[in-house]
């Protein structure tokens, strides 16, 4: 493995350099976590703006290299941007605790999902808890390292629902404008085909990725017509929504790890991504289940349409609600058996796909262009490791 001495990965955002005792060019960060242990744990006593660290050795090596820094920072920033997707969500339709700070609750869209399942503020709540320490572990293991952690924080500039529960604060995503793919769910049923090879798969939803729709209520008009007892069907087709695009995003985290993992060189690191995106994978099919519960339906307001995906001109092993675990399919060469496996895991290009996939979706619609520049420079380092 190659050795990494302090300083020398560039930073990319919110890092500015500082000058160690033996005379290294070392990466510090002027802006602090969200979670104080970042500041209590790694730097007590220093100020925000005078950090000064003290590299902790990756075990067995002399330190992280360029490419697993950048990989690390690129997956930081990833799950600092699910994190406050999954933030939006919890404050109208989780568990409202200490653990997951911010909102209020929304009575009326909490019973909406809960159509999905009964269980599904439970579920928000906990997907949101874990994606704050997967970015918060990560950004401390950096630091340790002697490398900036990531801030996406002056990009927090997007506007919050104005229906009830919501904080006020500046977003990173826009959960109001979505265009949700859900081919993801023709994929893993699918016996004979697989990203990999380049194969393209239907939608569940063919609606959702034609035009723009709010996976959380906009303003409280969106809940109009609710009670707490049955949804408007407008406010259901919201919670659908919302159930088919945690699925979404959960199985791009799902890939994405693995795809990654076979970039990096230290065998700590490789133990981290292969940690956390198991997470992912079991969020994923939690979620891929609760979807299949969604009630079919036509929105009033824009004509959206959640078919019966088990009815023509449905239904079939393709769009089967009840299979959530991954049909085996071909993998690494057709004349290999079929396998049950995660689909994609191609390294190349795989950060920058990523990207690429969530732009599309509309995840970022109203973000600056030095967003997308700093994100388009993060996962560019990840795909050259």
Request: glycine share 10%; proline share 6%.
């Amino acid at each position: 493995m190659n050795s990494m001495k302090t300083g020398s990965v560039n930073s990319i955002e919110g890092a500015t350099r500082a000058t160690t005792k033996d005379g290294n060019d070392a990466l510090r960060t002027s802006s602090v976590n969200r979670r104080s242990f970042l500041v209590k744990g790694l730097v007590a006593g220093a100020g925000a703006a005078a950090v000064s660290l003290t590299p902790w050795r990756a075990k067995g090596a002399g330190g992280l290299t360029p490419g697993d820094a950048a990989i690390l920072r690129f997956l930081a920033a990833a799950e600092i941007i699910e994190t406050d997707a999954w933030q939006q969500y919890n404050e109208f339709g989780g568990i409202q605790d200490s653990e997951v700070p911010g909102g209020t609750g929304n009575a009326l869209y909490s019973t909406a999902l809960s159509v999905l399942d009964s269980d599904m503020a439970q579920y928000v709540h906990d997907n949101t808890e874990d994606e704050f320490t997967h970015f918060d572990f990560i950004n401390a293991y950096l630091q340790a390292n002697g490398v900036a952690p990531v801030s996406l924080d002056r990009f927090r500039t997007l506007p919050s629902s104005q229906a009830s529960g919501a904080q006020q604060i500046g977003r990173l995503t826009n959960l109001m404008q979505l265009s949700v793919d859900t081919s993801w769910w023709t994929r893993y049923r699918s016996g004979s085909k697989n990203p990999d090879f380049g194969d393209t798969f239907p939608q569940a939803v063919p609606g959702l990725v034609q035009g723009q729709f709010p996976a959380i209520p906009r303003t409280d008009a969106d809940t109009a017509g609710s009670t707490k007892k049955k949804p408007s069907t407008h406010l259901q087709a919201i919670a659908n929504t919302a159930g088919f695009h945690f699925a979404m995003i959960e199985q791009g985290g799902t890939s994405l790890y693995p795809s990654l993992a076979q970039r990096v060189t230290h065998p700590e690191v490789l133990r981290i991504l292969l940690s956390i995106g198991p997470t992912e994978a079991m969020h994923f099919q939690t979620w891929q289940d609760k979807a299949g519960n969604a009630p079919p339906l036509t929105d009033p307001t824009n004509g959206l349409v959640f078919p019966d995906l088990n009815s023509p001109p449905f239904g079939g092993e393709t769009f089967q609600t009840n299979l959530i675990m991954p049909e085996p399919t071909v993998f690494l060469d057709r004349k290999f058996p079929v396998c049950s496996i995660v689909r994609p895991t191609e390294t190349e290009g795989a950060a920058m796909g990523a990207v690429n996939f969530l732009t599309r979706t509309g995840l970022f619609v109203g973000q600056s262009s030095q967003f997308f520049a700093t994100l388009t420079q993060l996962a560019q380092a990840a795909d050259a490791a």
